[in-house]
């Protein structure tokens, strides 16, 4: 029987999500993996290990299925058009509240949030999601507390943040708090992160 290692970080695929949320983040943990002494499992997993068609058509082979996908550390769930279904979704929900207890550290990108905020994980919380979706979030669950201006907000066991690209930011983000600074500081140079937008 292997050992898994203690830091292991999955990020949940799923048809319609939105393309960089799931790899932006993605290429920041990878990238961390790569130079950490710390040797993080970075994996992309769906509910049945099969195949996914992202929101843009980007297709996605995860390494597995949801239920392998397991002692988790950190569970990312990216946003996209496909979050409203899963909100919906009681098999996801429930998926959803039956990790919180066991996953010391959920996180979500854009629209991701509004899964957690349908599974009650959200209640009197301040979070973030993308600036288009902030009523849609409050609907779901009028307890919590939208921060429109942040990237992401990090609430201890529970980190959201906003819109596509501000992942990457909280991606970064995790990295500094679950190991350093400095490691994070390389991650970013490595991956040539430098936001100066030319419009």
């Known amino acids: 029987m ?12 799923f048809d319609d999500v939105e393309e960089l949320d799931l790899v932006g983040p993605y290429e920041v943990l990878a990238a961390w ?10 994996l992309v997993f769906s509910t049945d290990g099969n195949g996914v068609r992202c929101a843009k058509g980007l297709r996605v082979v995860p390494d597995c299925s949801r239920e392998d996908a397991d002692d ?9 058009k496909g979050t409203r279904r899963l909100a919906e979704d009681t098999t996801h929900l429930s998926w959803l509240r039956a990790l919180r207890p066991i996953t010391p550290l959920m996180t979500s990108v854009c629209t991701g949030a509004l899964p957690y905020a349908a599974a009650g994980l959200l209640a009197g919380r301040p ?21 429109t201006e942040a990237r992401f907000v990090d609430d201890g066991d529970v980190i959201t943040s906003a819109g596509v690209s501000a992942g990457i930011d909280m991606a970064l983000h995790l990295v500094a708090r679950l190991e350093s600074t400095a490691v994070a500081r390389e991650v970013r140079r490595a991956i040539q992160y430098d936001p100066a937008p030319p419009v």
């Open 2 to 13: 292997t050992t898994r290692h203690p830091l292991r970080v999955g990020l949940f695929a």
């Open 72 to 80: 988790l550390h950190v569970l990312l769930h990216p946003g996209g």
């Open 127 to 147: 979070v973030t999601t993308h600036w288009q979706a902030v009523g849609e979030l409050t609907a779901l669950d009028p307890s919590v507390q939208i921060d």
């Open 33 to 42: 993996s790569a130079v950490s002494a710390l040797r993080p499992e970075v």
